[in-house]
Each structure stands twice: as C-alpha cells, then as structure tokens.
C-alpha cells in the first residue's frame, strides 16, 4: 500500500509540472481555458457544443475532448466549425496534462480565444488531475438529484463554478433547487452557480456572459 | 510508467484473490449476490431502495453502500427494514474486494437470500474490481443519452445485465431506445437488458423476476 501511495504521488508530480508548464504557455498566448467536468451524461457536449456556436461568431475557439472510446464526441463538436481533437484515453478514467500536451502540439495558441477542454465523464477522477486549465467548470443534471456535492466533494471543491444542467426536466424530477445550491455552498462556500438548459437556451447567456467576464479579467 | 503498470496489476491480482474468497463464502453460504454500478445519478440507491422494500416481505434481504463521502444512501436503504452497510471511500473511486470483506466480517451470510452492493457512482474504474459478486448490473438512465455503452464500454463488457432507469423521463428527454439496445448489443451481444421506472413502477417486476430467476439458477 505504501508503495502504492509513492507511486500515485510521484505521477501527480509529474502531471502538476506539466500542467504548470500549459498554463504558462496559454496565459502567455492569451488563451482563456475552461475545462469541463461532470458524470456521463450531464450534458457536457451538448452545452460545449452550443457554446462553441454561439460564441464562433465573435470568438476564435477550440476544443479537446477525451472519452475512453470512440470519437463520437468530436465530430458532434466539429459541426459548431470550431477546431476539435478527440483524446481516446483507452481505459484511463480521466485526462492528464501531458494528453493535452500532445493534443494542442501542432496548434498556435495565440490564434485563440478560448480552448474548452471535455474530460472523461467520471465524476471522481479527474478532481486530483490539474490539467493548466485556468477556470475548471462542474456540470450536474438536474436529473441528478441534488446530493451530488455532498456525495462528490472532492470535484466540486476543485472547481471554480457549477452549471445545472437539463434545468428543462426540473419539475418533472422533482429538483429541488434550493437544496441544490445549500449542498454546493456547504462544500464550496461562495462557488458560482449558474442553471441552464442547453436545449431550450434558459439561462443560457448566463453562461456565455460568465466565460466572456472571466476571459475578460484575465 | 512501467512502474506504475506493476504496481496496478499487483493490486489488481490482490483483488482478485480476495475476490475469490468472498466468491466462495458467498456460494457456500447459498448467498445469491448482485452488484450496481452505474454513473453518479442514475438511480441505484432508489433502485435498490424499492428491491429490498418489494423482496423483504418473501426473501432475507441486505445491501452494502458505497459511497466517497456521507452515510446518506444507507439511511435510505434502512427505510426498508433489511440491515444495511455503508462503506465510506474517501477518495478511492470505487469499491475494492477487501472492503466488502471488511463490511460483512460479522453477518452470518447463511441468513441471508440476496446481498446487494451498490458500488461508487463512477462508470469507469469499478469495471476493473472484481467483488465476488455472482451477477453485476450496469444501470444507466434514459436521461444519460444513447451513447453511454459505446463510450463506457469496459464496463459494460463485465455486467452480466443492463438495467435502462427512468424510463419515465423517456419522452421528455426524447429517449431512442432502439438505439440504446442496439449500443449495448455491440458492445456485449446477447447481454440481457430491461427497461424500468423505479418511480412509477413500470416493468418493475420484470427487474424482480430476472433477480429471482438469477437466485435460483444458482
């Protein structure tokens, strides 16, 4: 178990020095990076998918995304006209640094806005991978139910926002909202919390303003 | 890396030794065992709430909880009557073989018909654990989206059946089951797959019946 431990550090290590290495870089190009986390099935594609559309008009954006398997994913994402790439981890629960690395090897940062990174649907995994992203955004369905912070603390209290997704099936699960926001700020006091439904755009320039006024502070 | 990989496999083989064990106790005790696994929110805990609620009256009923932080889901689970355990993981992202052995040292396994282990909300590492279980159920929700089984595949590859949960929300989320049957099947051909609404009880008893008929082949 010992050496276990040693082991898991030592590659934690080895992802902060290069995920240190890509925040360098993207602050210096000026690129604002957001990733994505979230179970299988929040919505993450979706709600990236309609924010690269929505934002191509005035923005320069990209995404990676990573599954385990296929690139469903990405060709969903490459119909918004943005430049996507698709990280295939195999059976490796989450993304790391040196993946993103290898991804964005050949693109010039400078050319972007904003670079949205997906990860691995994986509600607990990806909390302790560092990815240099500068803003780490946590999506949960409203479908859900409304435990999910206190089930998962470990992602919420590693994000800087949380997203409420399908708020459009709210009252047909019976969401309780307030309950909701009172798990995330017991975890994460003061976190921003912002409900959307990608599908019927409630809410949805909520979101976009959010990224714009972080890109913005930058 | 290289490092890394030897260091997996020994926990792994470890495992898969204790796995063994509970395996053989669960058999000789006449125990009939079913594990679930599914993403964050997917319905397990109310599964299993409303199983132990409808098996307790004919069958000797228990359930072991997973769960990174609270003892939320066996508080619920209790509601049913039947003893319950919650394993806490803190930040281990699924269950492992020897914390199952933990949690049953003192039950008299031969006074029991059915033990039920809800595994850590994570469709990715629990697939690579072996618990002893006789049967493992992977559940996903119509509000998960199609694609799941392509993008998951690993894990279901090592459930013996697929449970597709709230099938209520089928219409609202604009569910394809065909799709959905014909994603399991490519990913696992022939693997047995029931469509249920714990909340409204629709095809519920098909759930039952397939528990049963498992137990008794036994």
Redesign the interface.
């Known amino acids: 178990m010992t050496?276990?431990v040693e082991?898991r550090t030592r590659?934690l290590k080895q992802n902060d020095t290069v995920a240190r290495r890509l925040r360098s870089r993207f602050e210096d190009a000026g690129v604002s990076v957001a990733s994505l986390v979230s179970?299988?099935?929040a919505g993450k594609t979706a709600l990236l998918e309609r924010t690269l559309t929505e934002l191509i008009g005035d923005f320069r954006v990209a995404a990676l995304v990573g599954?385990?398997?296929?690139d469903?994913?990405a060709k969903r994402l490459a119909r918004s006209g943005a430049p996507i790439r698709q990280i295939t981890t195999g059976?490796v629960?989450h993304l790391e640094a040196a993946m993103i690395e290898e991804a964005i090897a050949d693109w010039l940062l400078e050319e972007l806005d904003f670079l949205f990174i997906e990860n691995?649907?994986?509600?607990?995994?990806p909390a302790?991978f560092d990815l240099g992203e500068a803003r780490r955004v946590v999506l949960?369905?409203a479908?859900?139910?409304e435990?999910?912070p206190?089930?998962?603390?470990?992602i919420f209290n590693t994000a800087d926002a949380a997203v409420i997704t399908?708020i459009d099936?709210a009252q047909?699960?019976e969401f309780d909202a307030a309950a909701m926001h009172r798990n995330i700020q017991a975890v994460r006091p003061g976190m921003t919390v912002l409900e959307v439904s990608t599908k019927t755009g409630q809410h949805f320039s909520d979101w976009l303003q959010w990224l714009t006024s972080q890109a913005a502070e930058h």
């Open positions: 050496r276990l082991v590659v179970s299988p099935g599954d385990l398997a296929t469903n994913d059976t629960c691995v649907g994986n509600l607990v995994c302790t949960c369905a479908t859900e139910g435990d999910k206190l089930k998962y603390p470990t399908k099936l047909a699960v």
